[in-house]
T-cell receptor
Framework: NAGVTQTPKFQVLKTGQSMTLQCAQD?????MYWYRQDPGMGLRLIYY???????DKGEVPNGYNVSRLNKREFSLRLESAAPSQTSVYFC???????????????FGPGTRLTVL | AQSVTQLGSHVSVSEGALVLLRCNYS??????LFWYVQYPNQGLQLLLK??????LVKGINGFEAEFKKSETSFHLTKPSAHMSDAAEYFC???????????FGTGTRLQVFP
């Protein structure tokens, strides 16, 4: 039981390049999330998916797209990377699919992205 | 809408001393409150959470937090710090009207020998 896995662990991009961050969970969770973590700003929600086939914008969605490929996988795509997207990206999942958000979110180990 | 304020971006304590990390929240509905810990170069893991019921919540590694509605606070404490407690701690809030967590900006705890 690996929990939440993310690939790659590290990535360096040039401005304008594109890439996809991969996330998978093996806990049969319904909801999945993408966050970015920047110094002094905590974690900010980029996109989330309450169930397979649905996605919704979070606090900072601009410049990103997501795909909930199936129940296990939730990918984050940067179409044209910018230096402002240099950050650590975390994927998370939780069991529930509705509000009543009492259950625990489980986090992956993160992807450290640098955009030059 | 919900928000979280963590007072003090850095806290330093001596090994064996009391740990107190402050968290105040704002919520338009009864809040669900969480503390997460992040060790260097790792993801976040849950320390403890309050949803309903007993307002004093005990978590892993000897941490506990008390929900005080009148003060809109959910401060994290540990009676005696260990070197292994050095990490960043995040308070987060959610509620019955949302499936999102709102995180505070974090408090980095340093423990000196």
């Amino acid at each position: 039981n690996a929990g939440v896995t993310q690939t790659p662990k590290f990535q360096v991009l040039k401005t304008g390049q594109s890439m996809t961050l991969q996330c998978a969970q093996d806990m049969n969770h319904n909801s999945m999330y993408w966050y970015r973590q920047d110094p002094g700003m905590g974690l900010r929600l980029i996109y989330y998916s309450a169930s397979e086939g649905t996605t919704d914008k979070g606090e900072v969605p601009n410049g990103y797209n997501v795909s909930r490929l199936n129940k296990r996988e939730f990918s984050l795509r940067l179409e044209s990377a910018a230096p402002s997207q240099t950050s650590v990206y975390f994927c998370a999942s939780r069991q529930g699919s509705t509000s009543q958000n009492t259950d625990t979110q489980y986090f992956g180990p993160g992807t450290r992205l640098t955009v030059l | 809408a919900q928000s979280v304020t963590q007072l003090g971006s850095h806290v330093s304590v001596s090994e064996g001393a009391l740990v107190l990390l402050r968290c105040n929240y704002s919520s338009s509905v009864p809040p669900y409150l969480f503390w997460y810990v992040q060790y260097p170069n790792q993801g976040l893991q849950l320390l403890l959470k309050y949803t309903t019921g007993a307002t004093l919540v005990k978590g892993i590694n000897g941490f506990e937090a008390e929900f005080k509605k009148s003060e809109t606070s959910f401060h994290l404490t540990k009676p005696s710090a260990h070197m292994s407690d050095a990490a960043e701690y995040f308070c987060a809030v959610s509620g019955s009207n949302t499936d999102k967590l709102i995180f505070g900006t974090g408090t980095r705890l340093q423990v000196f020998p």
